[in-house]
């Protein structure tokens, strides 16, 4: 089993809606969880991370997280254009490295 | 202020030769992490430096793997005797956090 396991996808949405990205970890131990965005041929940069149960908001993105699940979401408020990317979640347990899903890759349509 | 950048940008190689990719972290930033992406994967850690402590390198598929940090700032990540599955884009990563880290833009490894 895979420490972070995600939909490779591609998702599609319509500029506008919600777009939903979903992961799941292995390790109960978990403590910290990341999502980061990677446009096609750049690094990845820091959305949002989340430490706690429950959801956090900034802007048009809400961290979902429920350790009990061992499931942690990203969900995008008015899609747009732009948004169009590969969505990696990150998991981070005591030790100091992250373990990386596979990235959904989501495309938002004008 | 300045980004993680590393160097070179792209690089090509022969099989069997060395490399050597390099990395500066962001000023400060006592943590740095090197990574491997390989086309349409995840990242795949690969060493972690804090500080003055001993790296860890758990993440490192092979002898032929070596990292260095000098003073606490520039790293080089070394591939001896490069063999075709080492082509990926490498990532170096630096934060002053626990758990925030900030990517550089990566060197594109191809081996032939």
């Known amino acids: 089993q895979k420490e972070v396991e995600q939909n490779s996808g591609p998702l599609s949405v319509p500029e506008g809606a919600i777009a939903s990205l979903n992961c799941t970890y292995s390790?109960?131990?978990?403590?910290?969880f990341f999502w980061y965005r990677q446009y096609s041929g750049k690094s990845p940069e820091l959305i949002m991370f989340?430490?706690?149960?429950g959801d956090k908001e900034d802007g048009r993105f809400t961290a979902q997280l429920n350790k009990a699940s061992q499931y942690v979401s990203l969900l995008i408020r008015d899609s747009q254009p732009s948004d169009s990317a590969t969505y990696l979640c990150?998991?981070?347990?005591?030790?100091?490295?992250?373990?990386f899903g596979t990235g959904t890759r989501l495309t938002v349509i004008p | 202020g300045a980004g993680v950048s590393q160097s070179p940008s792209n690089k090509v190689t022969e099989k069997g030769k060395d490399v050597e990719l390099r990395c500066d972290p962001i000023?400060?930033?006592?943590?740095l992490y090197w990574y491997r992406q390989s086309l349409g994967q995840g990242l795949e850690f690969l060493i972690y430096?804090?500080?003055?402590?001993?790296?860890?390198k758990s993440g490192l598929p092979s002898d032929r793997f070596s990292a260095e940090r000098t003073g606490g700032s520039v790293s080089t990540l070394t591939i001896q005797r490069t063999q075709q599955e080492d082509s990926a884009v490498y990532l170096c990563?630096?934060?002053?956090?626990?758990?925030?880290?900030?990517f550089g833009p990566g060197t594109r490894l191809l081996v032939l």
């Open positions: 990563a630096s934060s002053a956090t626990k758990e925030t880290q900030y």
């Open positions: 390790d109960r131990g978990s403590q910290s």
């Open positions: 989340i430490y706690s149960n």
């Open positions: 990150a998991v981070n347990r005591a030790a100091n490295n992250l373990f």
């Open positions: 000023s400060g930033h006592t943590a």
């Open positions: 430096f804090q500080g003055n402590s001993a790296p860890d």
